[in-house]
């Protein structure tokens, strides 16, 4: 069993299928492809994510032995290595995937039902989270649901089912692979539920919010940015400040947010791939967007430290005039009557304060354990380390503390998708050397990502 569809968990799944070994492959979401899938392009080769998982993902790559459930959780585990029994929970999708066509008109006839866009968009009565999705059918939440006879009635194959129950189900598996990845740090959510802009400096220990991403809307997550950047964005891949729809001239980084601290809130550890991620922002800007939209990153130190990566750096640079300044920005302000947002810093080669105006900040929010996650790791007995992350064998990074619990991706800890995918083919090789083949009269398995 592999718990968690994002890449790691679909390389993992893939690699298991290719082996001949049955996987089932559960995420809670209504789709495979995790965080990936809401990315624009990606380090070090700028390519369209989407473009590279897709064709994994669809319904003809998956051959016989993988067997995919959407909007499932795992409730309890019995067992041991070689003998799980673990029970399953399949949420509505309150639309009978056989029958929908895709057509879009339920969300035609509801104009708010828009999704995919964290933290920029939250409404999403029926959604798709993305234009490839696996499977390929809308999800609805009824909660969310003002009219649900008029949504009933406007599907013309009757696939839109409201009184759908949640199933329950008990599997037997061999091993179980963990890769239910990770949450971002929220930069205004952090250890205080208070009005956060302006904030007293005495508060300051307590939370992340001085950056003034609740109150600001041109202060966004790197993920936000990502959406913003993105065809299949908010914006349609258009980049305008969330404040007036204007485009930015000036962008700010500022890197470590939530990893590397000691606030309530942050872990003291760095997450490895957001160093990374803002010079591909950073580039990605100015090579798509426009060339004159000056681009810096504050940043602690950059750790550049894959392969090549360096050389990534220095395009950053030098091919594309990204200005990167060592210095650690304390707050964001934006004085009342101005539309542009403040960052002070200092520098170690002037010991005076620095103040610049921009159009857009982004914090560089990094990884963090999921509690619901965590919640699950506990439960299979696995030893965590104190920020929640599962403890690993030193020489064996995705085996957990438990026989035949395996991890691999953002759920071990923060790091970029090269890492995700090395750990996922480790952790099938792991996980499959206890199941047994199964021989099927079906079509092959599919070819590996990348080749
Ligand atoms: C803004 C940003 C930009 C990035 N850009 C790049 C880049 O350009 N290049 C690069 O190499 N890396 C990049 N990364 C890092 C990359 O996104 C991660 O390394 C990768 O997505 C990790 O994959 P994963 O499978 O471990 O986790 P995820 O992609 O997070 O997948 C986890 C999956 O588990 C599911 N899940 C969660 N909880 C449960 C549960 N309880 N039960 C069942 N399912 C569950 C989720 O729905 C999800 O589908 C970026 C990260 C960020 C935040
Ligand atoms: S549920 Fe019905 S209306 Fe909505 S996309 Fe599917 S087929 Fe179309
Ligand atoms: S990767 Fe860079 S930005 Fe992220 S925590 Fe580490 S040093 Fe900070």
């Not at 290719?18 to 624009?40: H, N, S, T, W, Y």
């Not at 220990?205 to 990502?226: A, M």
């Not at 065809?231 to 990893?259: D, E, F, Y």
């Not at 939209?293 to 950053?316: N, V, W």
Request: glycine share 10%.
């Amino acid at each position: 069993m592999v718990v968690g569809g994002g890449l790691g968990g679909i390389r993992a799944a893939l690699d298991l299928a290719e082996a001949r070994k049955d996987v089932i492959l559960v995420d809670k979401a209504p789709c495979i492809g995790g965080l990936m899938a809401q990315l624009d392009r990606t380090f070090p080769t700028n390519n369209c994510d989407l473009c590279t998982v897709a064709p994994f993902t669809a319904k003809e790559g998956r051959g016989g032995h993988l067997d995919m459930r959407g909007l499932t959780t795992v409730t309890a585990v019995s067992g041991k290595e070689g003998n799980f029994t673990v029970s399953l929970m399949t949420a509505p999708r309150f639309i009978n995937v056989e029958k929908c066509t895709a057509c879009g008109e339920c969300q035609r006839q509801f104009p708010d039902c828009v999704d995919f866009a964290p933290g920029l968009d939250p409404r999403a009565p029926t959604c798709m989270r993305y234009p490839k999705a696996t499977p390929y059918a809308y999800v609805i939440d009824m909660a969310k649901c003002a009219d649900k006879e008029g949504l009933k009635k406007c599907c013309p194959v009757g696939a839109i089912e409201p009184d759908a129950l949640p199933k329950t189900e008990e599997v037997q598996c061999g091993s179980i692979i963990l890769a239910a990845g990770a949450d971002l740090f929220d930069p205004g959510n952090i250890g205080d539920t208070a009005p956060r802009y302006p904030v007293a400096a005495a508060q300051y220990p307590n939370h992340l919010d001085y950056f003034g991403y609740k109150n600001q809307p041109d202060v966004v997550t790197s993920l936000e940015y990502e959406r913003l950047l993105s065809a299949s964005g908010p914006t349609g891949g258009k980049l305008l400040r969330p404040s007036n729809g204007q485009p930015p001239k000036r962008v700010a980084w500022i890197q470590c947010v939530g990893s590397r601290g000691l606030q309530k809130g942050a872990g003291g550890y760095c997450s490895s791939a957001c160093c990374m991620f803002a010079l591909k922002e950073a580039i990605v800007t100015r090579e798509r967007f426009d060339s004159e939209i000056e681009t810096t990153i504050f940043y602690m130190d950059m750790r550049t430290f894959g392969k090549d990566y360096e050389k990534y750096l220095t395009r950053a640079k030098e091919q594309y005039g990204v200005r990167l300044v060592h210095s650690r920005p304390h707050d964001v302000l934006r004085p009342e009557g101005v539309d542009r947002l403040q960052v002070s810093y200092t520098v170690d080669a002037e010991p005076k304060l620095i103040t610049e105006e921009f159009d857009m900040v982004v914090l560089s929010t990094g990884f963090k354990m999921n509690a619901e996650v965590k919640k699950l790791a506990e439960n299979l007995g696995l030893e965590l380390y104190a920020d929640g992350f599962p403890k690993t064998d030193c020489f064996n990074a995705v085996a957990s503390s438990v026989p035949g619990v395996y991890v691999c991706g953002t759920i071990q800890g923060g790091k970029d998708i090269p890492e995700t995918m090395t750990q996922a083919s480790a952790a099938s090789c792991l996980a499959g050397g206890k199941v047994a083949v199964t021989p099927r009269p079906q079509a092959e398995p599919p070819a590996l990502m990348g080749q």
